[in-house]
Each structure stands twice: as structure tokens, then as C-alpha cells.
């Protein structure tokens, strides 16, 4: 990374296969496999960049929110890289580097809105600048990407399911099923997913067993179908009620095809810029959060050594501390 915009390298251990076996996360698992994979990834990342370990000035990691183990095993890497170097450490928010991916890849003005739709979150964000951010919107209930997961495990497909969900999508009739739009009249910017996943399982119920291959993919198209009028409409209404002209869309269920589509059609409608990463910068990875963690170190807000993992943080707070 060079001046917190220029990607030298991107490297990223996933653990889906170690999880798939257990449909979902193991916490005991997940940290594990971050203990065997970090020196591993760390080095990769620099030989990739043609970096020496004694150029690098300063070091970004994120402390939280997410699975304790995992955080904190980043964590303990960067501080020890940090004060073995005797360079500052940035620590950052796990949602500020989602939203702030787009500026990896483009010129993008504050403010915007941003609308962070991943495995965990499903939020709305006022982006004033870097370290400026004031939550609109959330979801009550099961986020976006859990939805998506769950969903395809209801539907007998393997985890991580929103992918498949979205393939699938695509060859099924999106009027043959139709599911509620939990929230969309309530006059907030918060979501629900939970009642969609629960109109699903009682639709599966109704269905003969086994359901047929095009009834899943009927199935999958109208889930999606509800899944990104919810999350379109409502994020188009926040950004006119804000003033926004431009939105980003982040996190791991921004790589959806049907989500990007009708965003790209509603952006236009309105006269709205809508941004999304590219694919392999919607997922979780570290590049992410060298745009937050470079203003920092630039700006001077390092943390000390007493800098701990948190499991949950608002990011409203995050710029703060
Ligand atoms: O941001 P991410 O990689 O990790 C978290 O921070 O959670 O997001 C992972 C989530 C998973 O729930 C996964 O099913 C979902 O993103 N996802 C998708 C798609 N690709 C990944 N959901 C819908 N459509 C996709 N194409
Ligand atoms: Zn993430």
C-alpha cells in the first residue's frame, strides 16, 4: 500500500472449506486456522508487494468487531510487527475498511452514503470523511449475509450460501414465489431479514419432498428478489433524505449479481452515483483497511500498546477513539 490508495498486494487466507463442514463458523476453528495462516500471509503479502519487511513505516490491523479469537490473533501479529520494528500501529474499525474499499479503485468524494451488507452487518452509513461516520440504519434481526446463508442451508445447498443463492437466482422465475418486504413502509432506515428467511422455511414446508430444481431456483430468484428491493429501496430513500449524491455498497453480499444490477438501474433513475469494490475487494480482506489505518499512521492516532480486540463496536465511535 502507498499512500493508503495504491494496492502493492492482496492476499487472503479463507477458511471456508475448514467451516463448510459444520455449515457455519466455529470460533475454536476459526482462531486455529488464523494462528497457522498469519506468518504465512504476512510473508506472501510482502513478497507479492517486492516489500523488505525493514521498509514498512507503519502498521494497520483491525481490532474489532467480530469473532474475539480471530481478532485477536491479528492483532498480536501487527503489534509485534509494530514494536519489533519500532514503527507506529493504526488500529481500525472492520466496517471502515468495507466502506472505504471503493477509494482502492477509484476517486470517490466525501460524503457519501454507504450501505455495508456483509455476514454480520447490515447497515447504513452517513460517510463524512475518513473517521467520520454516523449510523442511519441497521438491521433488527438476522443481517443481510446470515439471511443468504441460511436461506441456502434451508434449500440444501453448502455454506458459505449467498453465492450459490445468487446463481441460482438467475435461472429461476422471480414471480413464482412471492416473499415479504419486511420494513420497507416503516418510516426508519433499519432492515429486517429474519421474516423473509421465516417465509421461506414455510414455503420449503409446503413444497414436496424433494423439491424439484426448478421450484429451488424459483425459490432462490424470489428470495433475492425481496432481498435487493428491500435493500435498494431503502438505501436509495436515506441517501435523498440525507442529500447524498453518491452511495457505496460494501461488504461480501455486494458481490451480488442481482443487488448490482438493480442498484445500477436505480442509481440512473435517480441521478445517483452508486460504487461498488470489485468482487475480490467486497469479501473480507486486509487491503481494505489500509485506507483507514494510512490516515491514521499520516495523522498521528496510533495505538498504544494496551490496544485490545474488541467483539462489538460502533462505528460511530470508531473515527472517536
Ligand atoms: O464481508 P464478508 O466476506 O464477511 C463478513 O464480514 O461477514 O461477507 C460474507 C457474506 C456471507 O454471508 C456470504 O454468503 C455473502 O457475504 N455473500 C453473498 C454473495 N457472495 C458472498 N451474498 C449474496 N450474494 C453473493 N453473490
Ligand atoms: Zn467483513
Known sequence: MLDGRKLLSNVVASQVEVHARFGGVVPELASRKHVEAISIVINSALQEAGVQLAQ?????VTRGPGLIGALLVGL???????????????????????????????????????LAVSGGHSHLYRVDGIGRYRTLGQTLDDAAGEAYDKVAKLLGLGYPGGAQIDRLAAQGDPQAVVFPRPMLHKPNFDFSFSGIKTAVLQYVGTCRSPISEQQQADIAAGFQTAMVDVLTRKTLRAALAEGLERVVVAGGVACNAGLRRRFAELGAEHGIQICFPSPALCGDNAAMLGVPADFYLENGRHAGPAVNAVSSWSLDLAGAS
Open 56 to 60: 514498512i513505516e507503519g502498521v494497520g
Open 76 to 114: 498480536s501479529a501487527a503489534k509485534a510487527l509494530a514494536w519489533g520494528l519500532e514503527i507506529p500501529l493504526a488500529a481500525v474499525h472492520h466496517m471502515e475498511g468495507h466502506v472505504l474499499a471503493p477509494l482502492l479503485e477509484q476517486p470517490l468524494e466525501f460524503p457519501f452514503l454507504a
